[in-house]
């Protein structure tokens, strides 16, 4: 058959009176279209009007060769639109790149139109419903998945597309055969076939199920912007989980997590309490420690409530680690045990920055406390007095609050240290100075944060009364109250407590106020409550205190922390103020609600702003706000924060630096390095101190085999410390770096992420947007240790006992090693010091020497001339040139054996590199950075194993004892058991009797 080389013949059939003739033209047409739709395109109005025809017996053969036409022409909507009228025409089974265009213009259509139906009101749902021809493509695409076991396509589009239904039809598909009295078919009869292949294939279908719902609800987590939606999902993908036959209580805990369920999650854990297995109570256990660690004392307090009802044996256990108690004191342990603080670096900064400056004396406080953050290691202020009785006022408020700092945590022991500086009704303690009692009571909050029921009766007292003396003296001690009431009651949203930091508020004292607009914000924090936002927008408006307006700013954003959608109006109506300071507030409140999320949004108002308001405050808030909503995407920050680093705006380039430091704390991310590098030279002094706290957050726990960098940074910090001209900000910059970056005597990292559940961690966020206020009040710099996070993997029993074992980690040792100390400078004897030689001296020596060389020479050439050597003197007597030639030699020789000395110790380091790949045992309690637990194995065989399965996420487990409680094993005990009381102390933590052995005397050998 010829090959055609032209449609004319067929487009001439199209005019043809005869339907027949035209169909025919039609079905050729829909062949040829790829080749020679540019003579079809002359004819497409015809083929149009025979789709318009209603008489016309193949309309939708039309509206496909029209579709065809018109995607060559790169009109994709209009193609788009005929190829939905050519309904089953349009074969998506097809793998053309015609086909996948289109249905992936559909989709996106289909997305849209589906969004907008679910986010517009009920009643006008059904005008903003997608096409019905749109909706047939997509749900036979969504058909053609599910046959495909193409699940993972089909979820995302649904997911995008507001579709629950298909997702739970793809969930059910995996399950093989859906749902069946309630529980979803696991298909057991395929595993007792015993046919070859359908095991392995039924097994494949088992672990499928579960497999794509954490895929839902990891996409869900990362995907989905809309709040309410992602709600919808989580719950249907709960309900899911629960009707399997063997549940993934983890999934589900922390999916309920997520959606704040807090008495489900009891619920599940009176559940497993109640089946009262081994199995059942280490995971019941596990989850209590999850969300310990993950939630919030208002959740924790709501789950307490649901299982105390319970007699089943394990409830004491569970309520005991659900009480927080447990975790803060194996966290604690591991700081005190691992704690690797260089001092020197410390000390040396004291000596370098003169305490009688105030600033510099809080920066070397601040410094020490980060240091030793949760270490209980206060020797620095016991053994330094004089330094520290130098601290005046608000110095000495910042001093003893960082005592909070350093025994954060030490719930046990916190009440008896800080005795000595509370205000209390004893002389001794009412004439203390008001600065120290304040800032004991902030510190007492510290100690607490998060746990503090113990506390906050003891707070609440002062609070309401003050001091004795009133004046501005009671103030600092109600702003240290204050501080310390909203720290430990965080996010309780409690109602008594609110309304009495209310009456602080309405004592119209700026000291106080500022710091009860803060507690007020923190005790309510992600409340949304209407009535607080109410009161708290209008006082701002009514005082005069910019103080006040600014704590109460901040309070207002804690407020809607993690509320996304819903803190819109709010938004939109702070961002509208005229007052600076609480648009100012308005930024933060977009970054706490939006927090972690990366909504677009979001990102493009914190943008718009950050180039457009007439406030520098506003907009350095806006850029370092970016550094919060985009933290779980780092690598994106860099980017876009390039040219806001070159701003001509120093606020700017300081928010730049701050946003890098907030979303890449930790990861040593080299593209971030790269724009901080630069701005260590800025000649703004601010920006300088910007990048300098920015570069610690990044390089915390890194070494020189993670980031080579990081030795020349420290330098750095050292150097602007020790440098007599550098601007104070800068060197308090410089000081707050050098403890961020060895924070928590080197065992922590800043994470705002729960790396137990990947949910945010609030502590951890609201930490670091309070730290930020640093800015305008330096007591506010003690925040930051909220987001310190120990990194360890810690082992407990079910009798919360830490066992004594080792887990693999796959890698060389020294790439996770602490780094080295800096060692102490001996002093050196003093060095001769060369004589000075003036330059005409020098010259005069020259050409004198020059001129007895040039005479020498002719009187050698003269005695040449007169007597010629014989060759028995020429033996013995080696030329000038010989003897130069021998020392060229033997320099070679050195140089030689110095490159071979070089290659010898590159060989012995690849050597031992080679030999550590293999692998090395880490202790039960040793620090495991977070990029270190990829690497992290535990053996089946080994005595103690995870209950949890180890997805790469460190903290508590629960583990397994294969051999039983009975079987003694050495413990590690906590600081609280060692301080108890011997008669206190449990009998089995005694040392285990060695076992029996033969004794051999020298005769017998």
Known sequence: MATLTSATSLLALLDEPDQSLQVYALENLNQLADEFWAEIADYVTKIEELYEDDKFPQSKLAALVASKVYYNLAEFDQSMQFALAAGDLFDLSLKTEYVETIVSKCIDSYIRSSQEAFDAPLKDQAEVAPDPNLVDVVERMFTRCIEEGEHKHAIGVALEARRLDTIEACINHAFRGGLTNGKIKSDKRLLSDGVNGVDDQAKKSEAAGPELINYVFEASMALVANKRWRDEVLHRMVELVERLHNPDYFTVAKMLVHLNAADKAGQHILDLLTENTETSLLIAYQIAFDLVSSTSQEFLAKVVQMVEGSATPGTSQALKILSGVPTLDVELTFLYDNNKTDLLILNKTKETLEARNSIFHNAVTFENAFLHAGTTADGFFRDNLEWLSRAMNWSKFSATAALGVIHKGNLSQGMNLLRPYLPGDSASQAGGSKYSQGGSLYALGLVFAGHGKDVLDFLRKYTREGSSSGGQEGEVVQHGAALGVGVAGMATCDDDIYEELKNILFSDSAVAGEAAGLAMGLVMLGSGSEKALEEMLQYAHETQHEKIIRGLAVGIALLMYGKEEAADALIDQLLDEQDPILRYGGIFTVALAYCGTGNNTAIKRLLHVAVSDVSDDV????????????????????????????????????????????????????????????????????????????????????????????????????????????????????????????????????????????????????????????????????????????????????????????????????????????????????????????????????????????????EMEMEVDEKEPTATEAEEEPSKMEVD?????????????????????????????????KGYKVQNMSRVLPAQLKYISFSRDERFTPVKKFRSSGGILVVRDSMGLRVKTPFIKTVRERNLPLEEQDEEDEALVPEPFEYETDTEL
């Not at 030699?889 to 060989?907: G, K, L, M």
């Open 619 to 858: 907009r350095r808030a806006s850029v370092m706000s970016l550094g919060f909503i985009l933290f779980r995407n780092p690598t994106a920050v860099p980017r876009m924060v390039e040219l806001l680093s070159e701003s001509y705006n120093p606020h700017v380039r300081y928010g730049a630096a701050m946003a890098l430091g907030i979303s890449c704390a930790g990861t040593g991310l080299s593209e971030a390095i790269e724009l901080l590098e630069p701005m260590l030279k800025d000649p703004t002094d601010f920006v300088r101190q910007g990048a300098l706290i920015s570069l610690a957050m990044i390089y915390i726990q890194q070494n020189e085999k993670t980031t080579p960098k990081v030795t020349s940074v420290r330098k750095t910090f050292a150097k602007i410390i020790s440098e007599k001209h550098e601007d104070a900000m800068a060197k308090f910059g410089a000081a707050l770096a050098q403890g961020i970056i060895d924070a928590g005597g080197r065992n922590v990292t800043i994470s705002l992420e729960n790396r137990q559940t990947g949910t945010l961690n609030m502590k951890a966020i609201v930490g670091v947007a309070l730290f930020l206020q640093f800015w305008y009040w330096f007591p506010l710099t003690c925040f930051l240790s909220l987001s310190f996070t120990p990194t360890a993997i810690i082992g407990v029993r079910s009798d919360l006992k830490i066992p004594e074992f080792s887990f693999f980690c796959n890698a060389k040792s020294s790439k996770f090693d602490y780094p080295p100390k800096t060692e102490e400078q001996t002093s050196k004897a003093p060095e001769k010091i060369a004589t000075a030689v003036l330059s005409t001296t020098a010259r005069a020596k020259a050409r004198a020497k020059k001129s007895e060389k040039e005479k020498a020479e002719a």
């Open 885 to 917: 030639g021998a020392e060229k030699e033997q320099e070679d020789e050195v140089a030689e054996d110095d490159e071979e000395e070089y290659d010898e110790e590159i060989a012995e380091d690849e050597i031992e590199d080679k030999q550590d790949i």
